[in-house]
T-cell receptor
Framework: RKEVEQDPGPFNVPEGATVAFNCTYS??????FFWYRQDCRKEPKLLMS???SGNEDGRFTAQLNRASQYISLLIRDSKLSDSATYLC???????????FGRGTSLIVHP | EAQVTQNPRYLITVTGKKLTVTCSQN?????MSWYRQDPGLGLRQIYY???????DKGDVPEGYKVSRKEKRNFPLILESPSPNQTSLYFC???????????FGAGTRLSVL
């Protein structure tokens, strides 16, 4: 069962680069979407919710494409501290249980 | 401070010795769940609870038990641990399953 899919990466980018990740989901009735960040061996933490109209938080932009059933995360001006694994989470669509993607690894190098 | 607290953080045990990992949240959340995370496999849900006395299996429940006698606590029980249960475990809670999940700091378990 692969309801939520992410490219595991790693994405290796230099500082200052712009990088984008996608996350596809299979349940067209899904209702809420999130991006989490997980540092090595630490707990996942909410990065941002994803709204239908798209939303921005500083260098981070999240977008939802319902027609193609994917969400995206764009990181501008990458910092070394952005190195982490980014998990997408999809909720709803007949289930109250959140579904996590396996995560995309980002490595930002000097 | 709103938080999810797991204990212990690290545990080394031997095959067959029963153990309990505790999880407690102070946010009055209805929904709580347990995950295990293994390299290359991502987060896999073990059990979840929609509210007190309501629990259900996740994707990988074999070898685990849970209970939800109080809203704030959701312990994970391994009656007879085996080496394949060596993993990093996370407890999470949310107001409802569809809302933002708050995670505990994790429990790193090694079963020898």
């Amino acid at each position: 069962r692969k309801e939520v899919e992410q490219d595991p990466g790693p994405f290796n980018v230099p500082e200052g680069a712009t990088v984008a990740f996608n996350c596809t989901y299979s349940n067209s009735a899904s209702q809420s979407f999130f991006w989490y960040r997980q540092d090595c061996r630490k707990e996942p933490k909410l990065l941002m919710s994803v709204y239908s109209s798209g939303n921005e938080d500083g260098r981070f932009t999240a977008q939802l494409n319902r027609a193609s059933q994917y969400i995206s995360l764009l990181i501008r001006d990458s910092k070394l501290s952005d190195s982490a694994t980014y998990l997408c989470v999809v909720n709803g669509g007949g289930s109250y249980i959140p579904t996590f993607g396996r995560g995309t690894s980002l490595i930002v190098h000097p | 401070e709103a938080q999810v607290t797991q204990n212990p953080r690290y545990l080394i045990t031997v095959t067959g010795k029963k153990l309990t990992v505790t999880c407690s949240q102070n946010m009055n959340h209805e929904y709580m769940s347990w995950y295990r995370q293994d390299p290359g496999l991502g987060l896999r849900q073990i059990y979840y609870s929609m509210n007190v006395e309501v629990t259900d299996k996740g994707d990988v429940p074999e070898g685990y038990k849970v209970s939800r006698k109080e809203k704030r606590n959701f312990p994970l029980i391994l009656e007879s641990p085996s080496p394949n249960q060596t993993s990093l475990y996370f407890c999470a809670s949310s107001r409802q399953g569809m809302n933002i999940q708050y995670f505990g700091a994790g429990t790193r378990l090694s079963v020898l």
